[in-house]
């Protein structure tokens, strides 16, 4: 969740605990467009409100944790990179004293420069020799991105897919709208 202002945004996060009020409590009142009424962020650590989910008691320790951060840009990249950071951990890897470290362990084949796309996520494609892409646009701008700028290696052929990973075209652009998801698929 953000708040902004003209030039500043305060960004909070939790992923033990990701449901949030925003504004004023209401109690049973819904709003199929919400305008929060202030800047406030209520954390619902446990909602008994209903019973479906759990019991309106609870016994034992509970344990969560927020980050809050500030940030002088307004931008959704800022506030998107900071939830996945927080999800997701640094990768670190330790290597045993005395040994001879090759300095030239990673590489990546993927090269994504616009700021306004994030890769949501990547994975291999049903037992193929094929990875799809999941790509995101996050600040409101119609973006075009070149499918052949994307991949490194030229002998990889790449193009635009469904999410159930049926090609729609063999164009090497791809254009994404406002806040679209698309899919990309790589043949290796």
Known sequence: ASIKNEDTQIIFSSNDIPLVHLGGLNIGEFNYVAKPENSHIYS???????VTNF???QDGELKWSYSLTSAKTT?????????????IPFASRVFPEGKTINQNFSNS??????????L??????????????????????TRNLSLKDLVKNSKHSIYEVNV?????????????????????????
């Open 44 to 50: 619902w650590v446990l909602n008994n409100y209903w």
């Open 55 to 57: 019991r309106a008691s």
């Open 75 to 87: 931008t959704n990249e800022k506030s998107y990179k900071f939830g996945y950071e927080n999800k």
């Open 109 to 118: 084949f993927l090269e994504l420069n616009d700021q306004n796309i994030i």
């Open 120 to 141: 949501v996520s990547a994975m291999p494609f049903e037992n193929t020799k094929k990875i799809i892409l999941h790509l995101k646009e996050i600040n409101g701008e």
């Open 164 to 188: 159930l990973g049926n090609k729609i075209s063999d164009s090497s652009d791809l254009k994404i709208k406002p806040f679209e998801t698309k899919f990309v698929m790589i043949e290796l």
